[in-house]
C-alpha cells in the first residue's frame, strides 16, 4: 500500500495542544516516506462560545484563532510547493459540529480554498465529550446514559456529513473514547442500526472512512474504527485511509503496519483523495 496519512499534521504552531511547526512535522513525514500527507489542522471557532477550556485558558479569542487559521493555510501551501515532486501535500481542516457552525464551515473552505474537509464530531448537545473524562462523563449524564449520549453523538454525525459533504471522515467512533464496555454497547440494536445507517451514508457521498491511530498512542487495544466497524464498512466496500492524526513529530507514522494489515486483511486498498 501507499504510505498516506490522510488525518495527519496538527502542529504546536497552530493547535495549542499539539507540540512542533508544521515544517518539522511536513519533513517528518517526508524523512518516514509518506508518498502523500493531509495536513488538517482544527478549524476556528466560530465565536468565543466554543473556545476549548485550554484556549480560554491562554487567552486566545476566535477572532485572534481565525487570523491564525489564515497563517496555517498559507504556510500549508508554501509548504505544498517546496515539497512539490517529493511527496503531495493536501492542505485541510478537521471540522466540529454544534450549533449554527454549518455555514461557517462551508465559508471557511470557500475562502481558503481548502482540498479537503476531515468531518469529525467533539460535541454532543452543545458541549464537547472529548477534552477530558469528567466532560465524557458530564455529557453522558445530561444525554441520559452512555446509549443516548452514542445515539446522539451518531444522529449528530449523519446530519454532519449531510451539510458539509466531508471527503473524510474521521474517527468515526470517537465517542467510545471513555467506554470500557464499547463492544457492547456498539452492537446495542439502537446504536448499531446508527452506525450502519452512516456507513451507508458514507458509501453513497463516495466519502473516505478514516482509520485512526491516535486510539493506539492513547494505549487503546484497537484504532478508531474498531475492528466491528472496519469489518461492515469492509462489507459495504467503503474506502478507507490510515490517519496518524499527528500532534507532534513522535506521532507521525504512529502504527502505519498495524493500520495496514488490518486493511489489507479484510480486502480494503488504502485510498487516496483524487487530484484537482
Request: charged fraction near 25%.
Amino acid at each position: 500500500m501507499k504510505r498516506i496519512s490522510l488525518h495527519g499534521g496538527h502542529s504546536g504552531q497552530f493547535c495549542d495542544h499539539a507540540r512542533d511547526s508544521l515544517a518539522e512535522i511536513v519533513a517528518a513525514y517526508h524523512a518516514a516516506g509518506f508518498e502523500c500527507v493531509g495536513l488538517t489542522e482544527h478549524m476556528s471557532p466560530l465565536s468565543d462560545a466554543w473556545l476549548y477550556p485550554d484556549e480560554v485558558e491562554l487567552g486566545r479569542t476566535a477572532v485572534w484563532m481565525q487570523e491564525r487559521f489564515g497563517q496555517y493555510v498559507a504556510e500549508a501551501r508554501r509548504l505544498e510547493r517546496e515539497y512539490a515532486g517529493r511527496m503531495r501535500i493536501l492542505v485541510g481542516m478537521e471540522s466540529e459540529w454544534y450549533p449554527g457552525c454549518g455555514p461557517w464551515v462551508a465559508e471557511l473552505r470557500e475562502r481558503f480554498a481548502l482540498d479537503y474537509v476531515v468531518g469529525s464530531v467533539h460535541h454532543v448537545g452543545g458541549g464537547c465529550f472529548d477534552f477530558s473524562k469528567a466532560d465524557y462523563e458530564r455529557i453522558a449524564m445530561k444525554s441520559g446514559g452512555i446509549v443516548s449520549m452514542y445515539a446522539a453523538y451518531f444522529d449528530a454525525q449523519l446530519a454532519m456529513m449531510q451539510e458539509l459533504g466531508p471527503e473524510l471522515v474521521g474517527h468515526f467512533d470517537l465517542i467510545r473514547l471513555h467506554d470500557p464496555n464499547y463492544p457492547e454497547t456498539l452492537a446495542g440494536p439502537d446504536i448499531w442500526r446508527r452506525v450502519e445507517r452512516n456507513l451507508e451514508c458514507v458509501r453513497d457521498m463516495g466519502a473516505i472512512l478514516d482509520v485512526n491511530a491516535r486510539a493506539l498512542m492513547k494505549g487503546q487495544t484497537e484504532p478508531y474504527v474498531c475492528r466491528l466497524i472496519l469489518d461492515a464498512a469492509a462489507a459495504m466496500d467503503i474506502a478507507a485511509a490510515y490517519g496518524d492524526d499527528a500532534h507532534g513529530v513522535t506521532d507521525v507514522g504512529c502504527h502505519v503496519d498495524e493500520i495496514e494489515t488490518m486493511l489489507v486483511a479484510r480486502g480494503m486498498k488504502g485510498a487516496e483523495l483524487p487530484r484537482g
